[in-house]
């Protein structure tokens, strides 16, 4: 049976798309499933943002409980990485409508110190749970060049209509092994940089 919380989420995420990622949005999904303000605000105290941080709980406990399902030790890093990585978007698959209005609400001038901070602890959940161990300088290297390729494949996984997302778990491969081989991170802005304008430009062409 699921929860109160994830009832409201439901209900939110299915909102989003026409009415977009917003204060407003989510106490319209609350009135729909007859949730008083009040409660809302006992079940999400901070609103949309304890929403996200609900959403992000739920992906990253059905991610690790797959992935601790098989023998992942006989995989080499870079292929644990990949493998969390398509996981995560497997199981976001059901967020796809919603997120584009997520990532507005996200890169508004005010949310953008949190929205690097969530960036981060996702690089640190995936290197981590892949079983890095890095203590020295690496540690910060690992997650901030992480960090660049999840916003790509973020980007490129919200333009793939490819089938059982063939298309992104072939980024995905192709992403990794630059960083692991090396790729800088300038490289790695300039590709996320040209991802963003691709996407911002089919966006703007659907609404012409």
């Known amino acids: 049976m699921k929860s109160k919380q994830e009832k409201i989420a439901n209900q939110f995420i299915k909102d989003v798309p026409k009415f977009g990622w917003s204060r407003d949005t989510l106490l319209g999904s609350a009135k729909k499933l007859k949730v008083s303000t009040s409660n809302l605000a006992k079940e999400f105290p ?3 943002a304890d929403i ?6 739920k992906n ?3 991610v690790e409980k797959s992935y601790k399902s098989f023998n992942h030790e006989r995989l080499r890093m870079r292929d644990r990485i990949k493998t969390i990585l398509e996981l995560k978007f497997e199981n976001n698959q059901y967020l796809k409508d919603s997120l584009p209005e997520m990532l507005k609400s996200l890169l508004r001038p005010g949310n953008i110190i949190s929205s ?7 690089s640190d959940f995936i290197w981590s749970l892949a079983g890095d161990n890095s203590n020295d300088f690496n540690y ?6 992480l960090s660049i390729v999840y916003l790509s494949i973020l980007i490129y996984w919200l333009n793939d209509s490819s089938d059982k997302m063939m298309g992104t778990k072939s980024f995905i ?3 990794v092994d630059n960083v692991v081989d090396g790729m800088s991170k300038f490289k790695q802005l300039s590709i996320l940089k040209t991802l963003a304008q691709n996407f ?9």
């Open 46 to 48: 901070n609103f949309e």
């Open 52 to 57: 996200l941080k609900f959403i992000i709980s």
């Open 60 to 62: 990253n406990n059905n």
């Open 116 to 122: 690097l901070k969530l960036l981060n602890q996702n």
């Open 140 to 145: 910060y290297s690992k997650r901030g060049l």
């Open 173 to 175: 491969s192709r992403a």
């Open 200 to 208: 911002l430009d089919k966006k703007n062409k659907s609404t012409i």
